[in-house]
Antibody, heavy 123, light 108 residues
Framework: EVQLVESGGGLVQPGGSLRLSCAVSGFAFSNYWMSWVRQAPGKGLEWVANIWKDGSEIYYVDSVKGRFTISRDNAKNTLYLQMNSLRAEDTAVYYC????????????????WGQGTLVTVSS | EVVLTQSPATLSLSPGERATLSCRASQGISSTYLGWYQQRPGQPPRLLIYAASSRATGIPDRFSGGGSGTDFTLTISRLEPEDSAVYYCHQYSGSPWTFGQGTKVEIK
C-alpha cells in the first residue's frame, strides 16, 4: 500500500523555524518527483515546492523562495521541508504528494497525498 | 503565473442531478496541463481527472472533464451523496503550479 505520512508540524513564533518530514512507503521513492502543497485554514490549495527524483531540480512558489528549502533522502524514503523566517501567513496544513505522470507528454498529477501536518505561526 | 478562476463558488443540488463546474484560466493552456481534484471534509485532496479529460484510476464514470484553451469544465452526471466536497482545478503548464479557489458542491 502506498503511504505518505507527514510529521513535524506545530506551533511556532513568527520568525521561527520548523522542519517537516514526509515518510513514504509502498513505492520506489527515488523514481518520483515529490511535492509540498499547503492549505490555510478554510482556504484553498497552494502549491509550495517540487523536487526532482535526485534533488537536482527544485522549484518554489515565489512567496517561500529564500525561506523554505525542499530536500529528500532517498536512502531513508523521506521528503523534507525546512521552513525558516516563518510568517503568520504560512499557517496551513502542509501536504506532501507524489508527482506522477507521463513525462514524455508533460502530463503530471499529484497522487497520492498524505494526511497533512498543521503548522501554526503565532505569538 | 496562470490564475485559475472557478465558478460557481457553491453549487447546491439534489442527488441524481447533474453538476457542471467551471475553471477559467487567465491565459490559454494546453488541455494536457489541467487536472481536477476532489477534497471531502477533513480529507486530503484526491485526484479525479488529469490532462483535462482522463479519469484517474478508480474514479467513477459519472465524473468527466473537458475544455480547452482558457475554459475547462468538470461534470458530475448523476450526483450521489458522497460527491459532497470541494473541487479544485489545477494547472501545471509551468512554474508556479496553481490551483483554482475551489467550488463547493452541496447535496441537498
Amino acid at each position: 500500500e502506498v503511504q505518505l505520512v507527514e510529521s513535524g508540524g506545530g506551533l511556532v513564533q513568527p520568525g521561527g523555524s520548523l522542519r517537516l518530514s514526509c515518510a513514504v512507503s509502498g513505492f520506489a521513492f527515488s523514481n518520483y518527483w515529490m511535492s509540498w502543497v499547503r492549505q490555510a485554514p478554510g482556504k484553498g490549495l497552494e502549491w509550495v515546492a517540487n523536487i526532482w527524483k535526485d534533488g537536482s531540480e527544485i522549484y518554489y512558489v515565489d512567496s517561500v523562495k529564500g525561506r523554505f528549502t525542499i530536500s529528500r533522502d532517498n536512502a531513508k524514503n523521506t521528503l523534507y521541508l525546512q521552513m525558516n523566517s516563518l510568517r503568520a501567513e504560512d499557517t496551513a496544513v502542509y501536504y506532501c504528494a507524489r508527482v506522477d505522470g507521463i513525462p514524455s507528454t508533460g502530463i503530471w498529477w499529484l497522487d497520492p497525498w498524505g494526511q497533512g501536518t498543521l503548522v501554526t505561526v503565532s505569538s | 503565473e496562470v490564475v485559475l478562476t472557478q465558478s460557481p463558488a457553491t453549487l447546491s443540488l439534489s442527488p441524481g442531478e447533474r453538476a457542471t463546474l467551471s475553471c477559467r484560466a487567465s491565459q490559454g493552456i494546453s488541455s494536457t496541463y489541467l487536472g481536477w481534484y476532489q477534497q471531502r471534509p477533513g480529507q486530503p485532496p484526491r485526484l479525479l481527472i488529469y490532462a483535462a479529460s482522463s479519469r484517474a484510476t478508480g474514479i467513477p464514470d459519472r465524473f468527466s472533464g473537458g475544455g480547452s484553451g482558457t475554459d475547462f469544465t468538470l461534470t458530475i452526471s448523476r450526483l450521489e451523496p458522497e460527491d459532497s466536497a470541494v473541487y479544485y482545478c489545477h494547472q501545471y503548464s509551468g512554474s508556479p503550479w496553481t490551483f483554482g479557489q475551489g467550488t463547493k458542491v452541496e447535496i441537498k
